[in-house]
């Protein structure tokens, strides 16, 4: 059975004509169409055939130069993977995968690709790009459905204990690494299941909840132990949590919707986009008692934002069965953030855009409830410091959409009530942890933090990354103790 003990050994590539690769057709995995994935909420991309996987592996290039890897946050080893896949050597690849990422399954479905590993990809300057994401879900798909993937520890108990404060992709990665070299880990999370945005956030038709089940199994095997509906500063004392174990690693997320700060979004129908995304996504036994109520079928959903959460937001409002779906952003598709895919997908699935345009007020009916949501057009002007051009109010250009539920999909931050947790520990202004950039360090002793809290709502694979870096960090800082 194939496990990831040893790192995998690099493999011999002789040369490719590279000629005939560039001239070779791309290949993709089937997708449910539009009309049909609206009516179920299973994933929208079905995973490659392994014949059709192999082909389009060979398209790889093998460039020594390899901008793929580069332009990866966890620096996947994506020439020498692709090499086993195309000679059908697949729980080999998958090996690759995971000697540098703890979810490959879930980064090969939801890395804006476009801009880091497949955005960099030579093939791609004139045709489309390697399917790198695609087939780093197949590979590893392929040999979890075939019995592997498992990680096991490497090194035997040290006798020292971390607390780890989130169960997210940063906790994740963190975890599994320290248990790996044998330290024992106890995992604290709010929520009363494990995994996340990756369970509270991300919707089953991008990522089905059964890999992150999955990823707490291989978790509980390697020893982890998981303290579900335990919130830090609330339901433990942190300053007990910090004298009890020889380290922390705080991986708390960016969870703290924006409000939109117009008249009438108090009404009910007006909805964190958390608040909305875990009520249509979960079962209502994994929620908090409080957000157990169903979401009733509203027929005309407004949703307000630009980044991966609107976009999960629209398509959601679809599945739960709304006719008229709307998202308004302030700027143009060229500056949204998000992931181009699942914009196509959006746009697919019936839903309209409303750019250059911010709400202003929601307007209300006679028992409060919300009937539509006032707005006014934007131009862009000059770029503000992140670059992009900054919306201005174009006058007297106010116009109504109307609709039943609002959905606030903007800014998100750390909680501020962290600050009131921890208020020794340094922030910046928008409440981010602030930690050493090489070690996650905080400014207390034994204490490191990555993923969302400290760089602010970001990606899976960013907060990996860090995850990466702080298990190194504390690793040496537990061996010194
Ligand atoms: C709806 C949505 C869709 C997204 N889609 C994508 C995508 O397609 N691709 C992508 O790469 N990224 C996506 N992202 C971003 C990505 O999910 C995050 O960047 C990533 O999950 C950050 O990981 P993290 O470990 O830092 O934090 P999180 O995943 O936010 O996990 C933090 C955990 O800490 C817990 N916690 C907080 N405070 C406490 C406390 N005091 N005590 C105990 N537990 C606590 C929280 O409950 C949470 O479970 C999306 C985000 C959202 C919200």
């Known amino acids: 059975m194939p496990d990831t003990t040893d790192p995998p050994a690099k493999p011999v590539r002789p040369a490719v004509d590279r000629k005939a690769r560039l001239a070779a057709p791309s290949h993709r995995p089937t997708k449910q169409k539009p009309e049909t994935r609206v009516l179920n909420w299973d994933e929208v991309s079905n995973l490659f055939e392994p014949g059709i996987a192999m082909q389009e592996a060979a398209r790889c290039i093998q460039c020594p130069a390899a901008p793929c890897q580069k332009a990866c946050p966890v620096h996947n080893d994506i020439p020498a993977a692709l090499w086993l896949l195309e000679n059908s050597d697949f729980s080999g690849a ?92 106890v995992m604290f999370e709010a929520w009363p299941r494990s995994g996340g945005v990756l369970r509270y956030g991300i919707p089953t038709f991008k990522q089905n909840k059964a890999a992150v089940d999955r990823k707490f199994d291989d978790l509980a095997a390697l020893g982890v132990e998981v303290r579900t509906s335990t919130r830090v500063g609330q339901d433990v004392d942190w300053s007990a949590l910090v004298g009890e174990f020889d380290a922390v690693f705080v991986g708390i997320g960016a969870q703290a919707g924006t409000s939109l700060g117009i008249p009438g979004e108090e009404a009910e129908q007006v909805l964190t986009a958390t608040n909305f995304l875990v009520r249509c996504n979960l079962d209502p036994a994994d929620l908090p008692e409080a957000m157990r109520d169903p979401l009733g079928s509203p027929r005309r959903v407004v949703v307000i934002g630009g980044g991966d959460t609107s976009m999960d937001c629209v398509r959601s409002a679809r599945r739960l069965g709304a006719e008229d779906v709307t998202l308004v952003y302030r700027r143009t598709a060229a500056e949204m953030q998000g992931r181009v895919e699942e914009r196509t997908h959006a746009d697919e699935e019936g839903v309209h855009f409303e750019y250059l345009a911010a709400p202003i007020a929601v307007l209300r009916g006679d028992a409060g409830e919300v009937r539509a949501l006032r707005c006014q057009r934007m131009a862009l002007g000059e770029p503000d410091d992140t670059g992009r051009r900054r919306p201005q109010a174009v006058p007297d250009s106010e116009f109504d959409i109307a609709a039943d539920m609002i959905v606030v999909a903007i800014g998100y931050n750390v909680e501020e009530e962290w600050g009131e947790v921890t208020p020794d520990m340094v922030r910046d202004r928008w409440a981010r942890i602030v930690a050493d950039p090489d070690t996650l360090a905080t400014n207390l002793p034994g204490v490191f933090a990555g993923g969302d809290d400290v760089n602010g709502a970001d990606l899976v694979v960013t907060a990996l990354a860090d995850g990466h870096r702080a298990a190194e960090a504390i690793h040496s800082y537990l061996l010194a103790q």
């Open 94 to 185: 998958a090996d690759i995968f995971r000697q540098t990422s703890e979810l490959p399954e879930m980064c090969g479905r939801l890395c804006p690709q476009e801009r880091l590993c497949e955005g960099h990809c030579v093939v791609g300057k004139n045709a489309l790009p390697v399917a790198i994401g695609k087939l780093e879900t197949f590979t590893t798909e392929w040999q979890r459905a075939h019995g592997g993937g498992t990680p096991v520890a490497t090194e035997p108990p040290s006798g020292k204990r971390v607390a780890i404060v989130g169960t997210g992709p940063a906790g994740i990665a963190v975890a599994e690494r320290l248990a790996r070299k044998g330290h024992a880990i």
